[in-house]
């Protein structure tokens, strides 16, 4: 076996452990955000109005996000002004979706709501397309993947909506 060959299968296997990684990261922030919108559910109504629940939740989210991440900044400090501006960007739209999840969650069922939220996937697949084009390769299976996520939130609000 060439020294190229060995080269490629150990880029390949590099390359399948960062996947591998970043869909076990990612089933954990499913499992997350799956259990956070059941407590805020519970939560909402008689404990807090939906703005005041998703003040409590961003702060400490942010106290907490703060702790984690001091040892972290001087890592690329140089570029960290550069990004300020998208991360801030990034940052309100995030915070309006929590406010605005909160208030779905107030006024409806959590098993109808979560998988409305769970759409997402769709808005970043625009976005990715208009703003990520040299970056992000959009693919006939992603795209198949998002219009699965579409017709399981039709069927979801359908059965929701047959027990209102």
Not at 37 to 45: A, D, E
Not at 112 to 117: D, E, Q, R
């Amino acid at each position: 076996m060439s020294a190229d060959k060995v080269s490629e299968a150990a880029v390949e296997v590099s390359s399948r452990r960062t996947t591998i990684t970043g869909i076990a990261f990612a089933l954990a922030a499913a499992l997350s955000y799956g259990s956070s919108q059941v407590i805020t559910r519970q939560s909402l109504g008689d404990l807090a109005p939906p703005l005041v629940g998703s003040l409590i939740a961003l702060f400490w989210g942010t106290l907490g996000f703060a702790v984690l991440s001091v040892r972290s900044l001087g890592e690329r400090g140089d570029h960290l002004g550069r990004g300020v501006a998208f991360f801030a960007t990034g940052g309100v739209f995030s915070a309006t979706g929590v406010l605005l999840m909160f208030f779905a969650l107030d006024r409806g069922e959590v098993v109808v709501i979560s998988p409305v939220l769970a759409t997402n996937p769709l808005f970043t697949l625009f976005f990715a397309a208009m703003l990520l084009r040299g970056v992000e390769r959009i693919t006939p299976r992603i795209l198949l993947g998002a219009l699965l996520v579409v017709v399981g939130v039709a069927v979801l609000s359908k059965i929701g909506r047959a027990h209102v």
